[in-house]
């Protein structure tokens, strides 16, 4: 069995921060010390990882992903993303269903699990997303699977914007599993194009993204969703909320195992405000928007406060050429999930988060909410998703050190104060020294739902 000594490490792990060891056999972390470890403890047969200044966290889990596969994979696969990921310290990802096709019947799930088992550096599982009329599929899930059933309230393609009534009551009423759901208001969303397109033309620049998909249109939304979840019983969990308003949806006064309706903030969010759209232009163009700096200061607190219980990304590439033209035709997304480790580092270091902070909303809490099978936390007994991060190497965004198969990154020219130095998967080194492993394979993530 292969073995390993990660020693001497500073371990970040569930509120606490110590000097210590941990040892790994085979896929899963075998003991942890503080301090030294004890005599009497054979350590001969493991490989050494001398990690003296250096920080050891579990692996972060991005509960939010588009990797684009199958259908859109000009811009984005799951191999190219996977890569990134691990790159990022992110050892597990969790996708969204708006894929070509989409991810609304078992057959289409089946073949993302396949695809994924093929080519992922990362653990992986899918969403599965429900529409107006699929409501037997989503009966026939497997729960132990899937992290749950994705819906979107607001704009889509396709069949993916549910919005009938009756649609709703059954899938909250009936389906059993977690829904996390886009939320924005459609009939807000569309007449406020009608309004601004009336009175300003049909080119209108980035500056109106947030205006069109707007706090109220946002509020609207999740208010409707909470409604629902609280009637009919349903675990609701509220993803990339972007406004203060929203946060007063959300509780602190339950711990999270025990929270039916839960929230998530993802680092643009917490990062970008609207001051940022004259630098950064449609680069920084998200559903739902960028909203104002007062906002971006109340979603910092309501992680703090655990209003909101993780912090995720909604990685969605594009090719830059996707993201030209006005506010109403240029693509909504950007690539963040190799980069939102050291984001939320640097906010850490900048006093914004603690660092017990980020690795409890980036790897304990969607462990904990999904309820994810041995991950997330560094235990006994635990699968060794770990991530070596070095403190003191400064380091810049640029094109040639994106892995994203879309080439282009929001944060080119931020420059972080910390990197991560290596990323174990299953015990296995994924990442090391600006080296991806692409021989290694992540496993089906395991949910107790």
Known sequence: MDKKWIKDARIINEGHTFEGSVLIAGDRIEAVYEGTVPEGVD??????????????????????????????THKADIASES????????????DMPNTKPQTTTL??????????????RANYSFFFGGTNDNLEEIKHLDPTRVPGLKL?????????????????????????LLIAVHAEKEEIIRRNIERFTKEYGEDLDISFHSRIRSEEACYASSSEAVELATRLGARLHLLHLSTARETNLLDNTLPLQEKKITGEVCVHHLWFHDGDYARLGNRIKWNPAIKQLADREALRKAVNDNRIDIVATDHAPHLL?????????????????QHSLPLMLEMARSGIFTYEKVVEKMAHAPATLFRIDRRGYIRPGYFADLV??????????????????????????????????????????????????????????????
Not at 44 to 52: G, K, Q
Not at 83 to 94: I, P, Q, Y
Not at 421 to 430: K, L, S
């Open 43 to 72: 350590t001969s047969s493991y490989e050494v990882y001398d990690a003296r200044g250096k920080w050891l966290i579990p692996g972060c889990i991005d509960d939010q992903v588009h990797f684009r596969e199958p259908g859109l």
């Open 83 to 94: 890569r990134a990921a691990v790159a990022g310290g992110v050892t597990s990802f969790m």
């Open 107 to 120: 057959e289409a799930l089946e073949w993302k699990f396949q695809r994924a088992a093929e080519t992922s």
């Open 152 to 176: 979107f309230l607001g704009s889509s393609t396709g069949n993916m914007l549910v919005d009938r009534k009756e649609s709703l009551e059954h899938i909250f009423g009936e389906c059993g």
């Open 321 to 337: 050429s996707e993201k030209e033209g006005s506010c109403l035709k240029a693509a909504s997304g950007g690539p963040l999930i």
């Open 388 to 449: 070596l991060i070095d403190p003191q190497r400064t380091w810049t965004v640029a094109p040639e050190n994106i892995l994203s198969k879309c080439g282009w990154s929001p944060f080119e020219g931020c420059t972080f104060h910390h990197a991560v130095d290596t990323t174990f998967v299953n015990g296995e080194i994924a990442y090391r020294d600006g080296q991806v492993n692409d021989q290694l394979r992540g496993r089906e993530l395991r949910f107790g739902n």
